[in-house]
């Protein structure tokens, strides 16, 4: 079969020790296009005096660098930030949630199963685990409420319970990821039916921050099964980052990596990858704030981050890098604006700095990219016709009193912890 690029597979991981691919715990990332790859030019030869027939070309250095443009989403992307800045701090964010939705009051003997534990509707005469049932559907779940609340059960003391109407209402009681494993259950005769499973919106934050001494590598291998061939990249380092919002599409990021060097096989050397449930964000949901307060008429904007990589060429029989070391941290965009205030035109004009975040979110997941320190350039605004007059902001970072840029992700992820 001849490879096409609806089978292709990405498969990374970080390094241990930079240069060296680990043997295991590859992770299945979703990607949009790739082309890192190594390649090795050739030399011409210089040779004279030995006819108008040239000699055979000599092969050049090593070059491994590309770019991997990859999908926003709320999991898979916190592992391109943990290459571009470094492992992040990560805290407890939101608490989990479910309930169980009651379409009548429950049949006496029948159960609900709060995280393992079975309690029972009666009639009359509840004790331990078991819940009276009440005149009206409210009166019952009043009553299993309580009954819940009150438990002694550990795993069900570790929620707190409510109704809301004819649902009974759980919430986890311990922010973070550890709530969305609590589960639910509830028999067909109960009129029960549950959220799903188990909790869900559990979620941590983990703040990435520019400016990290040592930076992480990872092995990056591009797969074509139906070659098969697979090209495993090693010593991958992230140099820019980019990310553009419009009003609609999808959301991507394009990133420039540098490696190393790389090598192709009959077979892959990642092992079983690790799928990870893609949960993308999409261009509809931006947005872009201004000293925390929304930013009005932006048509367009962009971010690049750079961690300024400077390879390391030194003489190696291999002819690879012996590395990339992280430069300069810088941080740039652009902002385009329908033209109808002063805004951003007085904070140009004024030389002020000002705080400048672009961010998305859906459901409890989000992600904001936050330059605190910005400075504007005073724009023209060019009169093109009769439509809207835009004006558009080429901007740029400072570190001088902090990051240069933070970026923080609320998922349901537990650590990026390398």
Do not use: C
């Not at 059960?153 to 990821?177: E, K, Q």
């Amino acid at each position: 079969m001849r490879a096409r690029g609806s089978n292709a597979r990405l498969h990374g991981q970080f390094e241990a020790e930079y240069g060296v691919p680990p043997s295991a715990n590859f992770i299945l990332f979703p990607f949009v296009s790739s082309n890192l790859g190594s390649e090795q030019g050739l030399i011409e030869s210089d040779l004279l005096g030995q006819g108008r027939n040239g000699y055979d070309p000599t092969l050049d250095v090593v070059t491994n660098d590309g770019d991997l443009v990859v999908p926003v989403d709320a999991r898979a992307f916190g592992h391109w930030l943990t290459l571009f800045y470094g492992e992040p701090e990560s805290t407890p964010e939101g608490a989990a949630s479910g309930h169980i939705a009651f379409s009548a009051q429950p049949a006496a003997g029948s159960t609900i199963t709060i995280n393992g534990t079975a309690f029972t509707f009666r009639a009359s005469g509840a004790s331990g685990n078991e819940i009276n049932k009440g005149a009206t559907l409210a009166d019952t779940l009043d009553e299993a409420a309580t009954v819940l609340n009150g438990s002694a059960a550990p795993g069900v003391a570790a929620a707190t319970y409510a109704r809301d109407g004819n649902r009974l209402t759980v919430t986890h009681n311990t922010p973070g990821t550890a709530g969305n494993a609590f589960t639910l259950a509830a028999q067909a005769a109960s009129n029960g039916t549950v959220s799903g499973a188990t909790l869900a919106g559990g979620t941590n934050k983990h703040v990435f921050t520019s400016g990290a001494e040592e930076l992480p590598s990872m092995a990056i291998e591009t797969a074509h099964p139906e070659v098969p061939s697979f090209e495993m990249n090693k010593g991958v380092r992230g140099n820019v980052m980019r990310v553009e919002l419009s009003r609609r599409g999808l959301l991507n990021a394009t990133l420039a990596l540098v490696a190393k060097g790389g090598a192709v096989a009959t077979e892959s050397a990642a092992g079983t990858p690790i799928a990870i449930d893609v949960a993308r964000f999409a261009q509809a949901t931006g947005s872009v704030r201004k000293d925390g307060a929304q930013l009005g008429s932006v048509v367009a904007a962009a971010l690049a981050f750079s961690n300024n990589l400077d390879k390391v060429e030194t003489i190696q029989p291999d002819g690879e890098i012996e590395d990339a070391d992280p430069g300069m941290a810088t941080a740039t965009g652009n902002v385009t604006v329908r033209f109808k205030d002063h805004s951003l035109l007085d904070s140009a004009t004024g030389r002020d700095p000002i705080d400048l975040s672009y961010g998305w979110s859906f459901g409890p997941f989000s992600l904001i990219f936050t330059a605190s320190r910005v400075f504007l350039p005073k724009p023209k605004r060019p009169i093109a016709g009769p439509q809207g007059v835009q004006a558009s902001f080429d901007w740029q970072g400072s570190g001088e009193d902090g990051p240069v840029l933070v970026a923080e992700l609320v998922n349901d992820v537990e650590s990026y912890a390398i």
